[in-house]
């Protein structure tokens, strides 16, 4: 059937949100379940980061998958914790911001810092899920959280051609991880700066940590008396410093900034004065303890306390002081809030302290509605993912009709969403680098920049072009089905070719068979590398794993058609599967076939288990292998990779086969293997095209 006639409607509602270039979204019977988008693109080039462990600087993607409309989604409504240990709304976050996620650290997960990389909304149905200590999160179906159990979607799959058993979802019987808020996020209320905060912010500070001084003297020289008044406030963090000296002057009183120097200071303190009668009156007027506070005044004074007295760590959350009526008055704006206090005994030295109890849920939502101003004090990075706080799922409710919701994109895959971890969509902030643990979008919604190879070569014609090696494939494959279609290759080729750009192609798509006469050509003006991805030899075991992408026998046929055509082609052999793939004989099996197929070198890499996909693989391996799945977790622990005792058995076993075979001597640079077994680059190189072919996906994620 002609593509021409397929052009998706409007009306259809399968085109993305606003995509800049798109010209037409296209479906065809060949491709069932799929949506092309179709793009003029502005650029073709995309610089790798400097600070990534590929190894080259330009990559060139003429297909991305689903980077505008992932499904994992939330209300824009949803408290975000940031990296300053503040909480903001969701639809308040921005592009740069950054904020707290999670990273594995041995058996623990931390928390730390996590940039924000991309933003966007869509709508669509949502369900509230409920939480036994009170906390509400308003999610898309689709929408994955970090549990007890691992990684699980909101729901089970609504599309029949969905199997549920491939789906964790979340049902009654998980529990989230993180603190949560302890109770539904719209009884969290930031406080409002009315003279009433702003009071009792100053009453807070300037009885903990500030000096007023009235008092008469004698001069010694004539005997006679005179008076000085004095109001000083030192601090070493000016945030507090600088809102206590705009909310005096508020107030109509005003102060002098200027270093404060004492004897046994071991670092510089700013403080600000003032030594007028009159402004010393006013300040003594206005700290008076009110006779009935009001919820404002008590929401600034806890955070004046707080910034003067207060103290967070390891998980304790104190004011401390020696003035009793302090104590008790911070007690009583706790009890305000419905927050639980209790005063501990004063220690020798007459200080006593008020303390918040409730866990991490309570702090944060200390601090979010009384809002002190020290940062500092707020840090929770570092610590361990861990929490008191009953977190189990009481109820999953649909909500009616669609819902205006939002994503977002984060450094480390997740974030901190009302008080527990919840994942994000892998697209990075330029939609470059895909992973299909974004699900089976990536799949589905292709985008094609069908205009991309004559902007590559405007690119590779400029001055400032330094042909610089550009790699294809290491994204995205270039050659799946839907090449065949668009034929944007050829064209990618010649650009670089005829620019005098060296370049190198990985793919595992025979289709790349028709265009090697044209790579033959190529590889008389620059150098071109080839490689293929191919680590498992076993048929029935390859689909299980792969499934969808062709099969060991048409990637073996694929390899002995390059090397046919008089070019080089290195094999990546990743990921390795402990007990299914690995093993002396296997290994040396493999780097048989790769040799009679005349591949040129084989970079070997163990199975990383990143987040979210290792979830899939071990519900995969549990139904597959339900034998093995103790001794994975024996490997791998609670991390990502495999010990580093089984990635250097690998890297000897590997090094022999290689021996064995004629491997020993590599001729393509590009994908060699490093002699570091603990090297990253078979993570970074398998992150992107370890993929399925986009267009060739079945309805279960490929799992690596």
Same mark, same amino acid.
């Given at each position: 059937?002609?593509?021409?006639g397929?052009?998706?409607?409007?009306?259809?509602?399968?085109?993305?949100?606003?995509?800049?270039?798109?010209?037409?979204?296209v479906?065809t019977?060949?491709?069932?379940?799929?949506?092309f988008?179709?793009?003029?693109?502005?650029?073709?080039?995309?610089?790798?980061?400097?600070?990534s462990?590929?190894?080259?600087?330009?990559?060139?993607?003429?297909?991305?998958?689903?980077?505008?409309?992932?499904?994992?989604?939330?209300?824009?409504?949803?408290?975000?914790?940031?990296?300053?240990?503040?909480?903001?709304?969701?639809?308040?976050?921005?592009?740069?911001?950054?904020?707290?996620?999670?990273?594995?650290?041995?058996?623990?997960?931390?928390?730390?810092?996590?940039?924000?990389?991309?933003?966007?909304?869509?709508e669509?149905?949502?369900?509230?899920?409920?939480?036994?200590?009170?906390?509400?999160?308003?999610?898309?179906?689709?929408?994955?959280?970090l549990?007890?159990?691992?990684?699980?979607?909101?729901?089970?799959?609504?599309?029949?051609?969905?199997?549920?058993?491939q789906?964790p979802?979340?049902?009654?019987?998980?529990?989230?991880?993180?603190?949560?808020?302890?109770?539904?996020?719209e009884?969290?209320?930031?406080?409002?700066?009315?003279?009433?905060?702003?009071?009792?912010?100053?009453?807070?500070?300037?009885?903990?940590?500030?000096?007023?001084?009235?008092?008469?003297?004698?001069?010694s020289?004539?005997?006679?008396?005179?008076?000085?008044?004095?109001?000083?406030?030192?601090?070493?963090?000016?945030?507090?410093?600088?809102?206590?000296?705009?909310y005096?002057?508020?107030?109509?009183?005003?102060?002098?900034l200027?270093?404060?120097?004492?004897?046994g200071?071991t670092?510089p303190?700013?403080?600000?004065?003032?030594?007028t009668?009159?402004?010393?009156?006013?300040?003594?007027?206005? &700290? *008076?303890?009110? %006779?009935?506070?009001?919820?404002?005044?008590?929401?600034?004074?806890?955070? =004046?306390? !707080?910034? /003067?007295? @207060?103290?967070?760590?390891?998980?304790?959350?104190?004011?401390?002081?020696?003035?009793?009526?302090?104590?008790?008055?911070?007690?009583?704006?706790?009890?305000?809030?419905?927050?639980d206090?209790?005063?501990?005994p004063?220690?020798?030295r007459?200080?006593?302290?008020?303390?918040?109890?409730?866990?991490?849920?309570?702090?944060?939502?200390f601090?979010?509605?009384?809002?002190?101003?020290i940062?500092?004090?707020?840090?929770?990075?570092?610590?361990?993912?861990?929490?008191?706080?009953?977190?189990?799922v009481?109820? &999953? *409710?649909?909500? %009616?009709?669609?819902?205006?919701?939002?994503?977002?994109?984060?450094?480390? =895959?997740? !974030?901190? /969403?009302? @008080?527990?971890?919840?994942?994000?969509?892998?697209a990075?902030k330029?939609?470059?680098?895909?992973?299909?643990?974004?699900?089976?979008?990536?799949?589905?919604?292709?985008?094609?920049?069908?205009?991309?190879?004559?902007?590559?070569?405007?690119?590779?014609?400029r001055?400032?072009?330094k042909?610089?090696?550009?790699?294809?494939?290491?994204?995205?494959?270039?050659?799946?089905?839907?090449?065949g279609?668009?034929q944007?290759?050829?064209?990618?080729i010649?650009?670089?070719?005829?620019?005098?750009?060296?370049?190198? &192609?990985?793919?595992?798509?025979?289709?790349l068979?028709?265009?090697?006469?044209?790579l033959?050509?190529?590889?008389?003006?620059?150098?071109?590398?080839v490689?293929v991805?191919?680590?498992?030899?076993?048929?029935?075991?390859q689909?299980?794993?792969?499934?969808?992408?062709?099969?060991?026998?048409?990637?073996?046929?694929?390899?002995r058609?390059?090397?046919?055509?008089?070019?080089?082609?290195?094999?990546?052999?990743?990921?390795?599967?402990?007990?299914?793939?690995?093993?002396?004989?296997?290994?040396?099996?493999?780097?048989a076939?790769?040799?009679?197929?005349?591949a040129?070198?084989?970079?070997?890499?163990?199975?990383?288990?990143?987040?979210?996909?290792?979830?899939?693989?071990?519900?995969?391996?549990?139904?597959?292998?339900?034998?093995?799945?103790?001794?994975?977790?024996?490997?791998?622990?609670?991390?990502?990779?495999?010990?580093?005792d089984?990635?250097?058995?690998?890297?000897?076993?590997?090094?022999?086969?290689?021996?064995?075979?004629?491997?020993?001597?590599?001729?393509?640079?590009?994908?060699?293997?490093?002699?570091?077994?603990d090297?990253?680059?078979?993570?970074a190189l398998?992150?992107?095209?370890?993929?399925?072919?986009?267009?060739?996906?079945?309805?279960?994620?490929?799992?690596?």
């Amino acid at each position: 059937m002609r593509w021409q006639g397929q052009a998706v409607q409007e009306s259809d509602g399968a085109a993305l949100i606003p995509l800049k270039g798109l010209m037409r979204s296209v479906r065809t019977p060949e491709f069932e379940g799929v949506t092309f988008h179709e793009v003029a693109a502005k650029t073709a080039l995309n610089k790798v980061p400097g600070q990534s462990n590929m190894p080259f600087s330009w990559t060139v993607n003429p297909t991305r998958g689903c980077l505008h409309q992932c499904v994992y989604c939330l209300s824009p409504e949803t408290l975000i914790l940031m990296a300053n240990g503040r909480q903001k709304l969701l639809r308040e976050v921005a592009v740069g911001d950054r904020v707290v996620g999670t990273q594995l650290d041995g058996k623990y997960r931390r928390f730390v810092e996590s940039e924000v990389q991309a933003k966007w909304g869509t709508e669509k149905p949502a369900f509230r899920v409920t939480l036994r200590d009170g906390t509400e999160i308003v999610a898309s179906g689709d929408h994955r959280f970090l549990t007890d159990r691992g990684w699980k979607y909101v729901t089970s799959p609504e599309s029949s051609t969905e199997r549920s058993g491939q789906r964790p979802y979340l049902t009654v019987n998980n529990r989230m991880m993180g603190f949560g808020l302890g109770m539904a996020p719209e009884a969290y209320e930031a406080p409002r700066e009315t003279d009433q905060y702003r009071r009792g912010y100053l009453t807070g500070m300037i009885r903990g940590d500030g000096m007023l001084v009235d008092r008469t003297y004698l001069r010694s020289s004539t005997g006679k008396p005179y008076r000085v008044t004095i109001f000083r406030l030192a601090l070493k963090d000016e945030q507090a410093l600088i809102r206590s000296k705009e909310y005096l002057e508020l107030e109509g009183i005003g102060t002098v900034l200027k270093p404060y120097v004492t004897a046994g200071l071991t670092r510089p303190m700013q403080a600000i004065y003032t030594s007028t009668r009159a402004n010393h009156r006013a300040i003594t007027e206005m &700290i *008076e303890w009110p %006779d009935d506070p009001c919820l404002e005044w008590r929401k600034g004074y806890l955070a =004046g306390f !707080f910034d /003067a007295e @207060g103290s967070y760590s390891q998980g304790a959350l104190r004011f401390t002081n020696s003035d009793a009526k302090m104590l008790s008055h911070g007690h009583a704006a706790l009890e305000a809030l419905d927050l639980d206090g209790v005063v501990e005994p004063a220690n020798a030295r007459g200080i006593a302290a008020l303390r918040i109890r409730g866990g991490r849920a309570a702090h944060r939502r200390f601090f979010h509605s009384v809002a002190p101003s020290i940062d500092r004090k707020l840090n929770i990075l570092g610590g361990a993912l861990k929490s008191s706080s009953d977190l189990g799922v009481t109820s &999953i *409710e649909p909500l %009616d009709g669609v819902q205006k919701l939002i994503d977002i994109t984060t450094s480390t =895959g997740d !974030f901190i /969403a009302n @008080g527990v971890v919840s994942h994000n969509c892998f697209a990075r902030k330029t939609h470059e680098y895909l992973d299909l643990d974004a699900g089976r979008d990536f799949d589905t919604q292709i985008i094609v920049k069908t205009n991309v190879a004559q902007v590559l070569r405007a690119e590779l014609n400029r001055h400032s072009w330094k042909r610089e090696h550009v790699a294809l494939g290491t994204n995205t494959d270039p050659y799946q089905r839907a090449e065949g279609r668009y034929q944007l290759m050829p064209g990618i080729i010649r650009a670089l070719a005829d620019s005098g750009t060296p370049f190198s &192609i990985l793919t595992k798509g025979p289709l790349l068979k028709r265009d090697l006469p044209l790579l033959q050509e190529a590889a008389q003006q620059v150098p071109v590398s080839v490689a293929v991805s191919l680590a498992v030899l076993d048929p029935e075991l390859q689909q299980k794993v792969e499934p969808g992408t062709p099969d060991p026998r048409a990637r073996l046929n694929l390899i002995r058609s390059i090397t046919d055509a008089g070019l080089d082609c290195s094999v990546l052999a990743m990921p390795i599967l402990p007990w299914l793939t690995d093993g002396d004989e296997r290994i040396n099996a493999l780097h048989a076939a790769l040799a009679e197929a005349g591949a040129s070198y084989v970079t070997t890499g163990a199975l990383h288990l990143r987040p979210g996909a290792r979830e899939w693989f071990m519900q995969w391996l549990a139904r597959e292998y339900p034998g093995l799945l103790g001794k994975y977790r024996r490997i791998y622990g609670g991390g990502s990779y495999a010990s580093k005792d089984y990635r250097h058995w690998l890297a000897d076993s590997a090094r022999a086969a290689r021996r064995r075979h004629g491997f020993d001597k590599p001729t393509d640079l590009m994908w060699r293997e490093r002699s570091d077994p603990d090297s990253t680059l078979s993570e970074a190189l398998g992150s992107g095209q370890g993929a399925l072919d986009a267009a060739s996906a079945p309805a279960q994620p490929a799992l690596f």
